[in-house]
C-alpha cells in the first residue's frame, strides 16, 4: 500500500468516525455522566468490540481472496452498491435529531437493555443521566458496556467489507495492509472518540448550531458515494480487462 492511498483512507476514515454514531454517542454521553476517567474503561470496550468485528471482517476477507476471487469481485460491487445506499441515506437524513438528544436516546436504550438482562421492569426505563448521580456503575460494567454497545451494531461487518476493499491491493501481501490500515482505524476512533468524551456540552452545542451536525452527514455521505464510484470503477475494469 503506498503512502499516498494511506492518507485518503486515513482522511476518509477521520472524517467519516466524526459523525455521531452508536460508539461516539455512548463516549460522549458518559463522558458527561461518569466524567473522562471513568469512561476509558467503556472506551476500551468500544475499542475492544471494534477490533472483533473488523477482525473478522478481514479474516474473511483473506479467505475469499486467496480462494474465490469472482466472489471478492461480487462483494466489491455489492459494497459499492450499499455505500451508495449509506451516502444517500445520510445526505437524506442529515437534518434529523441533534447529537444532544441522540445520546439520551441511546444511554435510555442501554439501561433498558441492562434492565431487561438484570430481571428488572422495564416500563420506565431511567436515563444513565439520573442513574450516574445516584449509582456509579463499576469499571466492569462501563467496560463491558463498551463492547455491547461496539458489537451490537452488525452493520459494521458490511460496512467494513465494504469500504475496505478500495483501500487493499490484492495482488500484493495483505497482513501488512491489514495492520496499516487497521492502526490509521483505530487512530482516528480513538482521536473522536476522546473529543467525544472531553467535548461534552460544547461539542454538542456547537455541532447543535445551525446546520453544522447536518453538513457533517452529508460530507459523509458524499465520501461515501466517491468511494463507491471507484469500487464500481475497478469492478468494471476487472471485465474489461
Not at 475469499?64 to 437524506?92: D, E, M, N
Amino acid at each position: 500500500m503506498s503512502w499516498h492511498l494511506f492518507a485518503v483512507f486515513f482522511a476518509s476514515t477521520f472524517f467519516i468516525s466524526a459523525t455521531p454514531g452508536p460508539n461516539m454517542l455512548l463516549a460522549f454521553q458518559y463522558g458527561m455522566n461518569y466524567g473522562v476517567k471513568r469512561t476509558l474503561w467503556t472506551l476500551a470496550g468500544l475499542s475492544l468490540g471494534l477490533f472483533v468485528l473488523l477482525l473478522s471482517t478481514l479474516l474473511g476477507l483473506d479467505v475469499i481472496s486467496r480462494q474465490s476471487p469472482w466472489l471478492l469481485t461480487i462483494i466489491k460491487a455489492v459494497g459499492a452498491v450499499y455505500l451508495i445506499y449509506l451516502g444517500i441515506s445520510s445526505w437524506r437524513d442529515a437534518g434529523d435529531g441533534s447529537l444532544m438528544s441522540d445520546a439520551k436516546e441511546l444511554s435510555a436504550e442501554v439501561a433498558a437493555d441492562y434492565a431487561v438482562s438484570d430481571g428488572a421492569p422495564t416500563s420506565q426505563p431511567r436515563s444513565l443521566s439520573s442513574a450516574a448521580t445516584k449509582i456509579a456503575p463499576s469499571n466492569t460494567i462501563l467496560f463491558r458496556t463498551g463492547v455491547w454497545v461496539s458489537l451490537s451494531n452488525p452493520k459494521a461487518i458490511l460496512f467494513f467489507a465494504a469500504f475496505f476493499p478500495k483501500f487493499i491491493n490484492f495482488n500484493a501481501p495483505l497482513w501488512p495492509q491489514y495492520v496499516l490500515l487497521t492502526i490509521g482505524l483505530f487512530l482516528s476512533e480513538t482521536i473522536w472518540q476522546i473529543v467525544y468524551t472531553l467535548g461534552g456540552k460544547k461539542l454538542a452545542s456547537w455541532l447543535d448550531v445551525g446546520n453544522r451536525l447536518a453538513w457533517l452527514n452529508r460530507g459523509c455521505g458524499v465520501i461515501f458515494i466517491i468511494i463507491a464510484a471507484a469500487l464500481l470503477a475497478e469492478v468494471i475494469n476487472s471485465f474489461i480487462a
